[in-house]
T-cell receptor, first 112, second 116 residues
Framework: SQQGEEDPQALSIQEGENATMNCSYK?????LQWYRQNSGRGLVHLILIRSNEREKHSGRLRVTLDTSKKSSSLLITASRAADTASYFC????????????FGEGTQLTVNP | EAGVAQSPRYKIIEKRQSVAFWCNPI?????LYWYQQILGQGPKLLIQ????????DSQLPKDRFSAERLKGVDSTLKIQPAKLEDSAVYLCASRPLPRGRNTEAFFGQGTRLTVV
């Protein structure tokens, strides 16, 4: 079963705008990770946030984690057409033998 | 360092035929995952290895799917016989440490399987 659920399923914005994607999960986790997937390709890791962290930044990416609500958000600032891709959150549960479980993803389209 | 290698990249077979996918993880990575990704959906975990032992195969359809990891390195995933609903991208990923560390997974490019 899928652990994470992303919201929205699809997002279309103009270049320069910010994009926010949300992820909710069901069980306790060790960390939450965000991945990007271009059409027809493998997944690329973007950022990892540990369960004891609340916010993390990497370049134009900002990730927040609220373990009490079992939710996370990914913010991409000043979006570019090259950011067009699918974005997935994944939760790591060490109690399940380091199981890495993905959500259904958000399809982001950035229009030039 | 070299990434996760998968082959073949594409495969078209008829239903009821057999197919095998191969994965070579990053050297030294103890954990290896196989995922099935149906078009428009997120990756679904099929099986997870730690070295050459199975950690989790709860979502593997064992009547038709099998997987092994030879000497804790390369892995193969087999489908026999294939069904139309097996059409998907099969992704292999590896992770450096089995537990206790906050590390990401590294993915191969995947094998796109079409069953006709």
């Amino acid at each position: 079963s899928q652990q994470g659920e992303e919201d929205p399923q699809a997002l279309s914005i103009q270049e320069g705008e910010n994009a926010t994607m949300n992820c909710s999960y069901k069980t306790s986790i060790n960390n939450l990770q965000w991945y990007r997937q271009n059409s027809g390709r493998g997944l690329v890791h973007l950022i990892l946030i540990r369960s004891n962290e609340r916010e993390k930044h990497s370049g134009r990416l900002r990730v927040t984690l609220d373990t009490s609500k079992k939710s996370s958000s990914l913010l991409i600032t000043a979006s570019r057409a090259a950011d067009t891709a699918s974005y997935f959150c994944a939760t790591l549960q060490e109690t399940s033998g380091s199981r890495l479980t993905f959500g259904e993803g958000t399809q982001l389209t950035v229009n030039p | 360092e070299a990434g996760v290698a998968q082959s073949p990249r594409y495969k078209i077979i008829e239903k009821r035929q057999s197919v095998a996918f191969w994965c070579n993880p990053i050297s030294g990575h103890a954990t290896l995952y196989w995922y099935q990704q149906i078009l428009g959906q997120g990756p679904k975990l099929l099986i997870q290895f730690q070295n050459n032992g199975v950690v989790d195969d709860s979502q593997l359809p064992k009547d038709r799917f099998s997987a092994e990891r030879l000497k804790g390195v390369d892995s193969t995933l087999k489908i026999q016989p294939a069904k139309l609903e097996d059409s998907a991208v099969y992704l292999c990923a590896s992770r450096p440490l089995p537990r206790g560390r906050n590390t990401e997974a590294f993915f191969g490019q995947g094998t796109r399987l079409t069953v006709v």
